[in-house]
């Protein structure tokens, strides 16, 4: 057993893409851990003197390494604590969708008929609006706030894992241990835990792994767009929301949020195509 955990850590050690993608990845995760200890300044406090202050590479004052924003508010401390909450939407918005369209996802493919066509026709209706779209007229509604973002973006984006843990559960479903299983008289609860879970969360994982760079995407657009995050909350949707009203005397207070959400964009999105390979089962070193 130990041998077999070994050997799959070195596979996964010798994939590229996961590696490179956590790289990218602990930059923000290292932000969100540390960030009382990283952060020069408290987020929110205003100088109002030392508004727009260029990074201190381009001729500004060296104690704001990053400038300042038009509030005069350290911007490498807002980028620090704003790691927080992007990452903090992403891994719970991941987790509420992932849990419910799997769950939705296993009753659909396992039990069929009527129950099956019922879902179904629920996923159709949630496709014909696009993910964003419908995450911004309910938002609109509610109001900005951060846990009213989470459940949001969380309930709208459970249907990718319904339809992947609905497919995997109909081939699954016909192997020969699990009709072997229900004709001697398992009940459906032990196959699902026992044979169906174990079989397709490979697939949920990767599903996830791509999901968690769309759920910071939809929170930074919310944000940017004044229905996400309460007004002067560091997230860096918001921080670039407030910098774009000065790109034409300043370029920092928008261009480096929109960076960060880049990297880590691009670091999640690395680590799921690393782990589609590596989970892939012809998958070859």
Known sequence: ????????????WRNKLIIAGLFLVLIPIVFALAAPILAPYDPQHQVLEDRLIPPAWQGGDSSYLLGTDGLGRDLLSRIIYGARISLLVGVTVVFIGGVLGTVVGIVSGYFGGWVDALIMRIVDIFLAF??????????AILGPGLWKVIIVLGITSWVPYARVARAKVLSVRETEYVEASNALGAKPAYLILAHIIPNIISSIIVVASFRVAIAIIGEATLSFLGLGVTPGTPSWGAILSEGRKYLMLAWWPATLPGLMIMVTVLGMNLIGDGLRDFLDPKFRV
Not at 130 to 139: E, K, R, V
């Open 1 to 12: 057993m130990i041998e077999h955990i070994a050997k799959r850590a070195r596979l996964l």
């Open 130 to 139: 696009p993910f964003l779209l419908l995450a911004l007229a309910i938002m």
